[in-house]
């Protein structure tokens, strides 16, 4: 080397940028091969730009490139590029002396987090080179200028050398990493390979490996080595073979031998395009899913796919996917929040980014590549970034016409509801702004739409003219809804009720108070109005009258167990019902929250359960007949406990659970006995049980 060596020091914020680089422990090293490479990116493409405007600045060099070579003999990693190079005070000045906006801030960022992963987000990259090496040299030459050679060991200056040792670049970098001893992993093959397909398999650019490889090769063997080997055989013994012709073209075949010899390979690895950046009409459906699946690792085709730009104040490219089968951790809290891969100009970022999408399409893989992002996206700024709520807010738009598009599908859309309907129902519940058009996914089976779901839509265009509200019950499976007390006069009146059996139906409902101007009313909660003519309502008013004496009597029997004891036309078979309040907790609602590991036994739970009323369905004969018996005598005992054993059997029916089935079950029981007029002195058959005492008539009343 020359003795024209200039030494310069380090502006004072970048040498504690580099001291706190070398000093501290950073557990994510690995992105500063991701720097780097952006940074050859960043000179290639404005050697690129320049040459629209004068071709001749390629002259120096076509090929427009990024190269790594691991030297592991001399354990040195080197990333070379044939951008646009630096001259010499470009080198001083870009990588010494004047510091960059972003340095303070970083410093700020990576004390308190220790995470040095967002180190090219503050225009300071270059530097995370020391998170690996203790020394770096780099080799630059710009086409206005000589080769010169930057060095420093991350003290508080470095050198500049015009080169006259090296080979001449012709145009670009040359970076060479003298490794830690304890960073040699960074010379390996496979390790190479595995970060630049992680954050940097999408640049613009090829990226080539040059390394050397063992490789088994066959070779003829000398005349010299066949002399020798005749030699050692003349001492064994020798055993005459008579040969056939084959044999003899056999022996005029040339002979060879294995050998191990070092091969120089030069492979290139982003052979995988971003192919966000092309023109859709121009991508075949086989390239979206062999993106998909190397995108994914998942083995099938995707479902549907959505691929757009954004252009205008805001620049940015999308492809979305959405898969044919949902995760079975979807709703894992420990989750990755989402699977949208975030770039800035081909560069990957970060694939957690919560702030990208909501949690409700968790499910939706892809993509997004932002022109505008700022480059300091640490966690902080990307929360408050308002790029980044308008990227959140098209993405959301497009996958819901992703949604559509797969709606014209029935089988696809059957497939599509199987696997993500809770999320769509998760969507309705959290986001306000789209639960309008998230309402059109939604199918429900139904009392008209028993072997197939139905739409909402589709529920509407059936609705008799008179029909006001959309009716549905909640509950624990079809099964037990198809069979509730609560469909009996809907079902006379011609009325369609949907059947909501998934759990997450009971808060999505909560929040779709309405579709297409029609309210959802449950039938399970008291207050629903039926359109009953003038000469209905009359005589009902009249049952309600006549039966205030039934009605002041069971509340007395049932005490705090019923709010009230009401006449009710909601049902027309069963005798009672138990209604829940308008704003309370369906029956479904408080055994989903019963059976919530965690839950809040007091508090807000007894605070929002069910205030229950006992309908009574005036026509029915037990009810005409209890009534006759409260009017002969109120105070017969017999009453009390037929009272208690109807609302018991109405909390089943109802879908309540009971507070004390053993109790439930021991009246069951005596009604056997008095079915089969068994006395209750009848003791089972060699048994020591003391005899019980006569029955009578009055004498259930002695279990309550």
């Known amino acids: 080397m020359s003795g024209n060596t200039e030494t310069f020091n380090f502006q004072a914020e970048i040498s504690q940028l580099m001291s706190l680089i070398v000093n501290a422990v950073y557990q994510n090293k690995e992105i500063f091969l991701r720097e780097l490479i952006s940074n050859a990116s960043d000179a290639l493409d404005k050697i690129r730009y320049q040459s629209l405007t004068d071709p001749s600045v390629l002259d120096s060099g076509k090929d427009l490139r990024i190269t790594i070579v691991p030297d ?13 190079g630096m001259t010499k005070a470009d080198l001083i000045n870009n990588l010494g002396t004047i510091a960059k906006s972003g340095t303070k801030a970083f410093m700020e960022m990576v004390q308190e987090t220790k995470d040095a992963s967002m180190i090219g987000q503050f225009g300071v990259g270059f530097y995370s080179a020391y998170l690996v090496a203790d020394e770096v040299e780099v080799i630059s030459k710009h086409n206005d200028d000589e080769q010169y050679i930057w060095r420093s060991s991350a003290g508080q200056n470095f050198t500049v050398t015009r080169d006259t040792v090296n080979e001449p670049l012709g145009r670009g970098s040359e970076i060479r990493l003298h490794l830690k001893d304890d960073q040699a992993e960074y010379l390996e093959e496979r390790r190479i390979k595995d970060i630049v397909k992680k954050h940097s398999e999408f640049i613009s650019y090829p990226i080539h490996l040059l390394y050397q490889k063992e490789v088994e090769k066959e070779v003829p063997v000398e005349e010299s080595e066949e002399a020798d080997d005749e030699d050692k055989d003349e001492n064994k013994a020798k055993i005459e073979e008579v040969e056939d012709e084959g044999d ?25 395009k971003p192919i966000w950046t092309r ?40 492809i979305l996917f959405t898969p044919r089968r949902a995760p079975f951790d979807m709703f894992e809290g420990k989750k990755k929040r989402n699977n949208i891969k975030l770039y800035v100009r081909r560069v990957f970022i970060m694939d957690d980014c919560e702030e990208l999408i909501p949690e409700w399409l968790n499910f939706v893989k892809g993509i997004v590549d932002s022109e505008d992002l700022p480059l300091n996206l640490s966690r902080e700024v990307l929360q408050q970034n308002k790029i980044l709520k308008v990227i959140r807010k098209n993405l959301v738009k497009k996958c819901i016409d992703m949604f559509v598009e797969i709606a014209e599908d029935k089988d696809n859309f059957a497939k599509f509801y199987e696997a993500f309907s809770k999320n ?5 519940h959290e986001d306000a702004q789209n639960r ?18 139905t739409s909402l839509k589709d529920y509407v265009t059936r609705m008799p003219e008179k029909q006001k509200f959309i009716y549905y019950i909640t509950g624990e499976s079809r099964q037990a809804v198809e069979s509730s007390p609560f469909l009996e006069v809907l079902k006379r009146k011609n009325y369609e009720v949907l059947f909501l059996v998934d759990p997450i139906d009971e808060y999505a409902v909560q929040q779709l108070k309405d579709y297409e101007g029609k309210e959802l009313k449950s039938v399970t909660k008291e207050g629903l109005e039926l359109e009953d003519d003038d000469e209905e309502k009359k005589k009902f008013e009249e049952q309600k009258k006549e039966l205030e004496p039934l009605c002041a009597t069971v509340k007395e029997v049932l005490g705090d167990k019923v709010e009230k004891v009401v006449v009710t036309d909601m049902i027309s078979e069963s005798p009672c019902v138990i209604l829940t309040g308008q704003f309370g907790w369906s029956a479904n609602m408080e055994r989903i929250m019963r059976s919530q590991a965690l839950r809040d036994s007091g508090g807000m739970s007894s605070y929002m359960a069910s205030k229950r009323t006992l309908g009574l369905q005036p026509t029915h004969p037990i009810i005409r007949e209890l009534k006759a018996k409260v009017a002969a005598d109120k105070n017969d005992k017999t009453v009390r406990d037929l009272v208690n054993l109807m609302y018991e059997a109405s909390l089943l029916a109802s879908g309540f659970s009971l507070d004390d089935p053993s109790l ?14 068994l006395d209750d002195d009848a003791a089972p058959a060699e048994s020591d049980a003391p005899a019980l005492e006569e029955v009578t008539e009055s004498n259930m009343e002695e279990i309550d």
Do not use: C
């Open 279 to 318: 023109n859709p009409d121009t991508i075949q459906q086989d390239e979206y899913n062999a993106f998909y699946k190397s995108l994914t690792n998942d083995w099938e085709d995707p479902l549907a796919v959505k691929h757009f730009s954004v252009e205008g104040q805001l620049e940015f490219r999308s």
């Open 436 to 453: 309008a058009k998230l309402a059109e996914f939604l199918r429900y089976h139904s009392t008209k739409s028993t072997d197939e779901p």
């Open 664 to 677: 439930f079950s021991s009246r069951i029981y005596r009604m056997i006995k008095l079915g089969l007029s």
């Open 72 to 84: 592991v003999a001399n354990k040195v990693l080197i990333i070379r590029d044939t951008g646009i």
């Open 248 to 272: 003899e073209k056999k022996d005029d075949a040339p002979k060879t031998k294995k050998v191990k010899e070092m091969e120089n390979v030069d492979e290139e690895l982003n052979q995988t």
């Open 424 to 428: 769509i129902k998760l969507g309705i």
